[in-house]
C-alpha cells in the first residue's frame, strides 16, 4: 500500500529557530502534497498544497515567509517553519496524491505527523 | 470553500455495540471521505464513497450518502476498543484539496 513518512516526528526548538519537518511518499510517487495543521482535539487546517517543481499554493490566512514549502522531487516535500514562536507549536500533518490515480477522486495517504513544540 | 461538519459528538460505547456518527457539507461534492485518527497519529483512509453512490459498505463500516441533504453518516458495527479514534469526514474541493469536519471522538470500552 501506498506508504507516507514525516520526519522527525517530534522535535522541541527554541523561539526564534528554524525548523523543518519532511514528508516522503515511499512506494509512489506523488506529483502534490498537502500540508495541515492540527491543534489539540480539534481538525485539520490545510495550508499549503506542495506541487512538484513549482511554487506552493498557499490557503487564505496562512504566511508564505513562515511556512517555506519546497517539493524538490516526486517522493519529498518539505516545510520549513522560520523563527518559530510558541504559537506555532502544533502537530503537522503531509498527505500525499498517488500520481498514478489521477482524477479528482483518489485518495490521499497520510503522514504520520510531526509534534513542533516551541519553548 | 466547502467544509464537512459533523454533529459535535464525542461518543462512548460499550465494546460490541454500534456507533454512528453524520456529517454534512455545504457544496455540491464529487465524493465524500471519511478517515480515522489515533490519538497522537496521522489518518487513515477508511472509505470514500462517490456522489452517485447512496451506501458502501467495508468490513464493518458502513457509510451512507444523502446528497440532498448534504450529509452522510459513518456506521460502526460491532465496536472493538481498536475502533477507539477520531473519525473525520472529508469533501474534496478544487485541486484535490480536502476540507475536514470537527471530528467525533469514539470512546470503545471493552
Known amino acids: 500500500g501506498a506508504v507516507v513518512s514525516q520526519h522527525p516526528s517530534r522535535v522541541i526548538c527554541k523561539s526564534g529557530t528554524s525548523v523543518k519537518i519532511e514528508c516522503r511518499s515511499l512506494?509512489?510517487?506523488?506529483?502534490?502534497m498537502f500540508w495541515y495543521r492540527q491543534f489539540p482535539k480539534q481538525s485539520l487546517m490545510l495550508m499549503a498544497t506542495?506541487?512538484?517543481?513549482?511554487?506552493?499554493?498557499?490557503e487564505q490566512g496562512v504566511e508564505k515567509d513562515k511556512f517555506l514549502i519546497n517539493h524538490a522531487s516526486l517522493t519529498l516535500s518539505t516545510l520549513t517553519v522560520t523563527s518559530a514562536h510558541p504559537e506555532d507549536s502544533s502537530f503537522y500533518i503531509c498527505?500525499?496524491?498517488?500520481?498514478?490515480?489521477?482524477?479528482?477522486?483518489?485518495?490521499?495517504?497520510f503522514g504520520p505527523g510531526t509534534r513542533l513544540t516551541v519553548l | 470553500s466547502q467544509q464537512g461538519e459533523e454533529d459535535p459528538q464525542a461518543l462512548s460505547i460499550q465494546e460490541g455495540e454500534n456507533a454512528t456518527m453524520n456529517c454534512s457539507y455545504k457544496?455540491?461534492?464529487?465524493?465524500l471521505q471519511w478517515y480515522r485518527q489515533n490519538s497522537g497519529r496521522g489518518l487513515v483512509h477508511l472509505i470514500l464513497?462517490?456522489?452517485?453512490?447512496r451506501e458502501k459498505h467495508s468490513g464493518r463500516l458502513r457509510v451512507t450518502l444523502d446528497t440532498s441533504k448534504k450529509s452522510s453518516s459513518l456506521l460502526i458495527t460491532a465496536s472493538r476498543a481498536a475502533d477507539t479514534a477520531s473519525y473525520f469526514c472529508?469533501?474534496?474541493?478544487?485541486?484535490?484539496?480536502?476540507?475536514f469536519g470537527k471530528g467525533n471522538q469514539v470512546v470503545v470500552i471493552p
Open positions: 498527505s500525499a496524491r498517488d500520481f498514478r490515480s489521477g482524477g479528482s477522486t483518489d485518495t490521499q495517504y
Open positions: 512506494d509512489f510517487q506523488a506529483t502534490t
Open positions: 506542495s506541487n512538484e517543481g513549482s511554487k506552493a499554493t498557499y
Open positions: 457544496t455540491s461534492i464529487n465524493n
Open positions: 464513497i462517490r456522489s452517485n453512490e
Open positions: 472529508a469533501t474534496a474541493y478544487g485541486n484535490n484539496r480536502l476540507a
